[in-house]
Every structure is written in C-alpha cells, then in structure tokens.
C-alpha cells in the first residue's frame, strides 16, 4: 500500500471533545436554528461522537441549557453610541 493509499484511507481528525467545545458547538446551534435545535443527540452528531460521551460534561440536557444560555450576554454590546437616548440604547440592546 502507498502512502497515499495510506492517507486517503486515514479518517478525518474528530473536532476535540470538551466542555468548551461541546458548549460553543452548542451555542451555534441555538444561533443558527433555535434551542430545540441544541440537543444531545444533535450536539453529538456535530461533534462526531456518540451522546454517551457527553455526559462526561454535562449531567443533563437543562445543564447543557444552562451553559449555553450563560454565553449569550457575552456577546450582548450593553454600550452601543446612541447620543444618549435611553429608549434607542434599550432597543438597540435586546435586538440581535
């Protein structure tokens, strides 16, 4: 066998597996789609791994909620340049 036999035959490298990654995979499934969307099974397919393995994480799925729902004030902007317009600088916070 060459070695670009040997290659092509190689699987591609699984996306490492952590409470980090499970959760920014997590959270871009609640963007993209909508929390019914951030399931373990669904989570597990995106990561490549069985939903067995992501319970070295998280306890339950309300956990997994939980850890997505703390990361979406963080990219919240609580300042936006608005001359100081309360209502303006209300609106443009709780609009994506």
């Not at 997994?64 to 443009?92: I, Y």
Request: charged share 30%.
């Amino acid at each position: 066998m060459t070695e670009k036999q040997r290659r092509a035959r190689t699987p591609a490298a699984k996306p490492s597996l952590s409470l980090e990654a499970s959760t920014a995979v997590a959270h871009g499934l609640l963007e993209r789609e909508s929390m019914d969307a951030v399931a373990l099974r669904r989570l597990a397919k995106d990561l490549q791994t069985g939903p067995a393995s992501l319970y070295a994480y998280v306890r339950a799925l309300q956990e997994l909620h939980a850890l997505v729902l703390d990361r979406v004030p963080a990219n919240v902007d609580l300042h936006p340049r608005l001359d100081d317009d309360p209502r303006a600088r209300l609106e443009a916070i709780c609009t994506p």
